[in-house]
């Protein structure tokens, strides 16, 4: 099995970026004795999506028992919710697959890195948890001001598609705002019609 190397830039002004965390990654790699390893690279990709083409590559490889260890310069380069990071983390956890972070010095095949791990997953419960309250108490303030929940004309664009952009999924949301998977989609056709129109 090979390793992944994974690395991500924002914007196509960035490509000097892409290099030196390909660098640095293959430096990591002669360090350490790797031959056996595949480049993964996005570019000009947000870090919010989960969904982005050499991930989403990196990824089928990975569940296909293709990949023993993938490797990235830093968290931020692989995810920017905790809750996409901690749910990668796990899946790489029951695949048998090792993940590392070079900047963040984490290695969950090490007892620190495994330590780290668990620290990771108490802050994305904490996240999720916060989110979760900050919606009831909106809620709360809403049924206070007299407005009806769960309608359409209620529904907040904006909050549905910051919890998409952190990587919850409809289920999620759904729960979270009392409110059909359907006004979900929706809403966010709304919110991406506004985009195009600002464009």
């Known amino acids: 099995m090979k390793t992944a190397?994974?690395?991500?830039?924002?914007?196509?002004?960035?490509?000097?970026?892409?290099?030196?965390?390909?660098?640095?990654?293959?430096?990591?790699?002669?360090?350490?004795?790797?031959?056996?390893y595949?480049?993964?690279?996005?570019?000009?990709?947000?870090?919010?999506?989960?969904?982005?083409?050499?991930?989403?590559?990196?990824?089928?490889?990975?569940?296909?028992?293709?990949?023993?260890?993938v490797v990235v310069y830093s968290f931020s380069r692989f995810a920017r919710s905790t809750k996409f990071l901690l749910d990668s983390l796990e899946?790489?956890?029951?695949?048998?697959?090792?993940?590392?972070?070079?900047?963040?010095?984490?290695?969950l095949?090490?007892?620190?890195?495994?330590?780290?791990?668990?620290?990771?997953?108490?802050?994305?419960?904490?996240?999720?948890?916060?989110t979760s309250e900050r919606v009831r108490n909106g809620m709360v303030n809403a049924k206070a001001k007299g407005k009806r929940i769960g309608r359409p004309q209620t529904i907040n664009d904006e909050l549905i598609?910051?919890?998409?952009?952190e990587s919850y999924s409809y289920r999620e949301i759904s729960k979270m705002l009392n409110i059909g998977q359907g006004s979900i989609t929706a809403s966010l056709r709304r919110t991406a019609r506004k985009l195009n129109d600002t464009s």
Do not use: H, W
């Not at 190397?5 to 990591?28: F, H, I, K, P, W």
């Not at 598609?161 to 952009?165: E, P, Q, S, V």
């Open 38 to 69: 595949e480049v993964f690279e996005d570019f000009n990709v947000s870090g919010s999506k989960s969904s982005r083409p050499q991930l989403d590559k990196m990824m089928k490889a990975v569940r296909e028992g293709d990949i023993s260890t």
């Open 109 to 130: 095949a090490s007892p620190l890195g495994r330590c780290m791990f668990t620290i990771i997953s108490a802050i994305a419960t904490l996240e999720r948890e916060l």
């Open 161 to 165: 598609a910051t919890l998409r952009a």
């Open 5 to 36: 190397l994974y690395s991500r830039v924002s914007t196509s002004m960035q490509q000097t970026g892409l290099e030196s965390q390909r660098r640095a990654l293959e430096d990591y790699c002669r360090t350490k004795g790797i031959t056996e």
């Open 91 to 107: 899946e790489f956890t029951l695949l048998k697959v090792n993940f590392v972070s070079i900047s963040e010095n984490l290695d």
